[in-house]
């Protein structure tokens, strides 16, 4: 299976900061397709999931454009330009490219 | 409008099966398929296993192989996801979810609670 790490754990962030999350995985992600099937999701505590970022770079709809993903191949990060307090809980990658599917362990964002 | 609805929580002896099931609403139900993820206290987010409602094909992660069912019934648009021999690490949130219409919904979550 395809692992896929995430760093920091945890990060405190600052009100009106940028804040910056790693993930990369054990292998390559680029599909048969060509494509890169690099999610990323935000969880508020007691809520369900909520895609942000999916192929890398794409925001969903609704998602404030502060929000930004990049990357490629193994290595990706999501970037928050300025941090807002709806921001907190955790971020999670995940690849949709091999089965099965995996998730990273999670940032867990927190305001300073 | 998209809608998964989950079946409520659930409070289960050690040794015994839960079936969970995801009724949908707003899409067609055969032209996406059904992931169910798992949450564990202080573990995050685990892919746990996707059905093809069209044809019924599964996959499932090699931790769950063996123990875990997923199911889709086209007649009533709704997934479903048996877990036998439960035990205390079964504790969690499950979830079911969607990519359609080029996002990707939540079911709301039901808690499956494993306790003697």
């Known amino acids: 299976d395809v692992v896929m790490t995430q760093s920091p754990l945890s990060l405190p962030v600052t009100l009106g900061q940028p804040a910056s999350f790693s993930c990369r995985s054990s292998?390559?992600?680029?599909?048969?397709?060509?494509?890169?099937?690099l999610n990323w999701f935000h969880q508020r505590p007691g809520q369900s999931p909520r895609r942000l970022i999916y192929?890398?770079?794409n925001r969903d709809s609704g998602v404030p454009d502060r929000f930004s993903g990049s990357g490629s191949d193994t290595d990706f990060t999501l970037k928050i330009s300025r941090v807002e307090a709806e921001d907190v809980g955790i971020y999670y990658c995940m690849q949709g490219t091999h089965w099965p599917h995996t998730f990273g362990q999670g940032t867990k964002v927190e305001i300073k | 409008e998209v809608q998964l609805v989950q079946s409520g929580a659930e409070v289960k002896k050690p040794g015994a099966t839960v079936k969970i099931s995801c009724r949908v609403s707003?899409?067609?139900?055969?032209?996406?398929?059904m992931h169910w993820v798992q949450e564990a206290p202080g573990k995050g987010l685990e892919w746990m296993g996707v059905?093809?409602?069209?044809?019924?094909?599964?996959m499932y992660t090699e931790k769950f192989q063996g123990r875990v069912t997923i199911t889709a019934d086209t007649s009533t648009d709704t997934a479903y996801m048996e877990v036998r021999g439960l035990t205390s690490e079964d504790t969690a949130i499950y979830y079911c979810a969607t990519p359609a219409f080029g996002a990707f919904y939540w079911g709301q979550g039901t808690p499956v609670t494993v306790s003697s």
């Open positions: 292998r390559s992600l680029v599909s048969s397709d060509g494509n890169i099937y």
């Open positions: 707003g899409y067609t139900f055969t032209d996406h398929y």
């Open positions: 059905v093809d409602p069209e044809d019924g094909v599964t």
């Open positions: 192929k890398v770079s």
